[in-house]
């Protein structure tokens, strides 16, 4: 059974989603603030985290950004409806999703399964390893190394470097990631993927010719993982 942390001040919102979730088959925990909500997402009891945004004490995307230096827990951030700036920057800081509120518990608890699919494959189900230039993905150990060396990737960001790279030369939509990768259907104006592509590039450097970025964008469909000249 899955134990999903909830950090969010509207108790009564904790209580409903709590009864939904642990009807769901979740084991549910509620923190009010973000300071006891920081604690709680360090113990290292809880599969995912949702984290409200507009906390008392310490703000949501302080706690996210505390939590990232420490650990790669799933987070999926809870917005006010129309808070663009909150959601973007939140998806920088290394959420793997987020929900605008008001939201249908159906769809929190769909966006809950995605996220969980990701970070919880079962390595007997995944397939083979895939190595493009220096840059080698191993779905089993859920590892990714540059050059030998080993790269930090949250969930979302390592399910969206394996699409890529195992259609590596070859254009990827972004209504194929937003459905392989976040678990939902691409709706127009939903910056999601393209926030965790900007991420990624920052973290995965350049090609090992240097010659330009490893995800390039190819404007109106998606992207493609470029195969350095030394490849073609």
Do not use: W
Request: proline letters at 4%; hydrophobic letters at 40%.
């Amino acid at each position: 059974m899955a134990k999903i942390l909830i950090i969010d001040d509207d108790v009564e919102l904790c209580e409903l989603v709590g009864e939904y979730l642990t009807r769901e088959g979740f084991e549910v925990e509620a923190a009010h603030n973000g300071d006891k909500g920081l604690e709680r997402s360090l113990s290292g009891q809880h599969a995912l985290v949702v984290l409200d945004l507009m906390l008392p004490g310490m703000m949501g995307l302080d706690v996210l950004r505390r939590l990232r230096g420490e650990s790669q827990i799933p987070v999926l951030i809870l917005t006010a409806r129309g808070e663009d700036v909150d959601r973007i920057v939140g998806l920088e800081i290394g959420a793997d999703d987020y929900l605008a509120k008001p939201f249908n518990p159906r769809e929190l608890l769909a966006r809950v399964r995605a996220i969980l699919r990701r970070s919880q494959a079962s390595p007997a189900a995944l397939a083979a390893p895939v190595t493009v230039g220096d840059l080698e993905l191993d779905p089993g150990a859920r590892t990714v190394t540059r050059g030998g060396e080993p790269l930090e990737l949250t969930a979302v960001e390592f399910s969206l470097l394996e699409a890529l790279m195992r259609s590596a030369g070859q254009v990827v939509t972004r209504e194929f990631l937003a459905q392989t990768v976040l678990g939902r259907r691409f709706v127009a104006y939903d910056r999601s993927i393209d926030m965790h592509v900007s991420k990624l590039r920052k973290k995965l450097g350049s090609l090992p010719d240097g010659d330009g970025e490893r995800i390039k964008t190819v404007r109106g469909v998606g992207y493609i993982y470029a195969r350095s000249s030394e490849e073609d």
